[in-house]
């Protein structure tokens, strides 16, 4: 029993993080953190400990929670294979900027320093991905540490690392308060606003511009409704990045996808005759593959100035939260004459989902993968999370997936690790245990951390887990066709495995399913075992095959017209049917009844290049 005016300082650490509306904390258990599992122990009331299987399934699901709720979430892993563990997840979380504290076992301090065994200096090894690492080197300091930490991951929207001698934790420091929190820490941060000025610049580009397109990113959450609204006065097609995807309705027909290779055939094809690209709000990975191909004027709109200049030089940079902006330019432009230039967008890209509706709309035995996506938008509603892994499943489900405002998803968007899918769906489903949560991932991507699936069961998590079977790393499978001097293919291979029977090893209810008739069925299962707080994983044994390859497509402007080919390397492995001309890449993707190169739809809508 502790004496009334003390309190061990893991359980003083434990009340900064309920101060801070920390209701649960992912990790795995090690000799080197047993005080604070003591202290969960005690604390069990307030906080709840979710024990994963691999630290990383912990790292990767704080990562998902911090990014899903946009509040502080928190790891942690023993000393040395559990501190090394949590690596990936970590940087998943830094790289997408969501705050994130990991707490990290130490040997005793009088062990430190002796190699003593898991001991090692794990300070340098945590200082790359964080914004803050310190070793608490008192028992006193550790709940301030804490609390300074999650400060800092707050402020900088990063990972902070908190390494605790495990004597630390036993210790009995004086019991007070120790937290931080105050009402003004929900208040919005100041965004920096675009001046009349500079929206006026804009404008004035706009009106030299033929060819103006918005690329738009996730900066645009607030503000998708008026960007539409923009879209329309202006006359603007929207171009969005991977991240804006439910922010910005797609079924408006200006709103034509995303460029690069998840994207959509219209999308690529516009922005290469663009001669304005407005950047609103997006960090957009591929500049150097899109941006590259063809010049423009680029105006970049973002709340970061730092990032000006990163993704192309700049003719206008404009230091702006995006829907301020979209706002501001709404407020002080003219509506546009009706553009053909936007129309032909529209037509286009009309034309492509026309193609996505006729691979959708039909049967198939053995089941594609398109028709998983069509039963899958029939049983998900406006609330439904969905956590994506990576893999040819992310490009699948960015096109196929109906995802709206309401809904909320995540992913592991600039890290890409595998295996965030399973991480992300736990994070989801206890943050928000009244929605529908649904995983996607392939096959390769979920055997990275299906032990995980234990964790959905043992702590009642109604999920879905879909898994895409094709028995090969596809998303590699095809770069690896597009490599001209492969003879064959390299290392791509998975040996099929039955993902049912290995759930249901774990008691977890699951389907099979083989040809697309038979996806009703085992949705509708799915839909009863979740309904009684069970997961239930559905493994899709699909074809392999590679979406419509977006990225082959070459688009260039010549003597005013367009000149549209296939890129020489596309299918040039040797084990690959090559192919080298529109139509036979339009008939090889099934689409040569319905798909139509983009000269098509300039003539149609009487745009006229120069
Ligand atoms: C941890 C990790 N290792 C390797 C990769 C590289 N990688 C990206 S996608 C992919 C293949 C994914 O295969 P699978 O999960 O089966 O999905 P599919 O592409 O077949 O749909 C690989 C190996 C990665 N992103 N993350
Ligand atoms: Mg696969």
């Known amino acids: 029993m502790s004496n009334p005016s003390t309190v061990p300082a893991s359980v003083a650490m434990l009340r900064v993080l309920e101060a801070w509306g920390v209701k649960h904390v992912f990790g795995y258990p090690g000799g080197s953190f047993n005080s604070t599992m003591s202290a969960l122990e005690k604390e069990k009331e307030r906080i709840d400990y979710i024990q994963v299987r691999h630290e990383q399934v912990g790292a990767l699901a704080a990562a998902a929670d911090a990014k899903l709720t946009g509040k502080i979430a ?3 892993g023993s000393a040395g294979p559990g501190a090394t563990n949590l690596l990936t997840g970590l940087y998943d979380a830094r790289e997408d900027h969501a705050p994130v504290l990991a707490l990290v076992g130490q040997v005793p301090h009088t062990n430190m320093n002796y190699n003593f065994f898991q001991e090692f200096d794990e300070n340098p090894m945590f200082a790359d991905v964080s914004v803050y690492c310190r070793t608490v080197m008192t028992p006193e300091s550790l709940p301030y540490v804490v609390d300074k930490a999650i400060r800092e991951a707050y402020k900088y929207r990063g990972v902070a690392v908190v ?10 420091i004086p019991d007070v308060p120790y937290k931080s929190t105050s009402p003004s820490d929900n208040k919005p941060a100041p965004q920096p606003q ?22 738009v990113g996730r900066g645009i959450r607030e503000g998708g409704d008026r960007l539409i609204e923009l879209s329309k006065k202006l006359q603007i097609p929207i171009i969005m ?3 804006a995807k439910g922010l910005i309705d797609e079924s408006y027909e200006g709103n034509i996808g995303f460029v690069n290779r998840a994207g959509s055939k219209s999308a690529n094809e516009i922005i290469d005759i663009a001669d304005l690209v407005i950047a609103i709000g997006a960090d957009f990975p591929f500049a150097n593959n899109v941006y590259t191909r063809h010049d423009f004027t680029f105006v970049q709109v973002d709340n970061d100035d730092a990032q000006f200049g990163r993704h192309h030089y700049l003719d206008l940079g404009i230091w702006s939260d995006a829907t301020g ?9 003219e509506a546009a004459a009706p553009s053909n230039f936007f129309k032909a967008a529209v037509l286009d890209n009309n034309n492509w989902k026309d193609y996505l509706k006729k691979l959708t709309d039909r049967e198939t035995d053995p089941l594609q993968y398109e028709q998983v996506y069509r039963e899958l938008n029939k049983i998900a509603n406006p609330e439904t999370v969905v956590a994506l892994d990576v893999g040819n499943n992310t490009v699948d489900t960015l096109r196929f997936m109906d995802i709206k405002p309401t809904n909320k998803w995540v992913i592991s968007a600039l890290f890409a690790s595998m295996g965030a899918g399973i991480p992300g769906a736990i994070a989801a489903q206890l943050s928000y245990p009244d929605r529908q949560v649904v995983s996607i991932s392939g096959d390769g991507a979920f055997s990275m951390v299906m032990q995980d699936l234990i964790t959905e069961k043992k702590y009642h998590l109604p999920i879905l887990n879909i898994v895409t079977s094709n028995t090969t790393l596809g998303f590699i499978r095809d770069e690896q066709a597009d490599i001209p001097s492969m003879h064959d293919y390299s290392g791509i291979d998975l040996e099929d495995q039955d993902f049912a029977m290995i759930a249901n090893g774990m008691g977890i209810e699951a389907a099979t399913v083989t040809k697309s008739s038979e996806l009703p069925a085992a949705f509708a299962k799915a839909a009863e075992v979740m309904a009684s707080g069970r997961p239930f994983v559905l493994n899709a044994k699909i074809t392999m095959k590679r979406g419509f390859a977006v990225e082959a497509l070459k688009v260039k402007i010549v003597d005013g017209k367009i000149e549209e080919t296939i890129d020489p390397a596309f299918n040039a492995n040797q084990a690959e049917t090559h192919i080298t001309t529109l139509p036979d890449f339009f008939e090889h993707y099934e689409g040569e009844d319905v798909l139509k190169p983009l000269q098509y739809f300039l003539d149609e809508a009487g745009v006229t290049l120069d």
Not at 163 to 172: C, H, K, L, R, V
Not at 325 to 333: C, G, Q
């Open 74 to 76: 928190v790891t942690f």
């Open 163 to 172: 390494i605790i001698p495990n004597d630390f934790g036993f210790a009995e």
């Open 194 to 215: 675009a001046t009349d000025e500079e929206v006026d610049q804009v404008l004035a580009l706009l009106k030299k511009a033929k060819r103006p397109v918005f690329h």
């Open 241 to 243: 990045t991977g991240l």
């Open 325 to 333: 902006f979209v706002e501001k330019m709404l407020a002080r432009s």
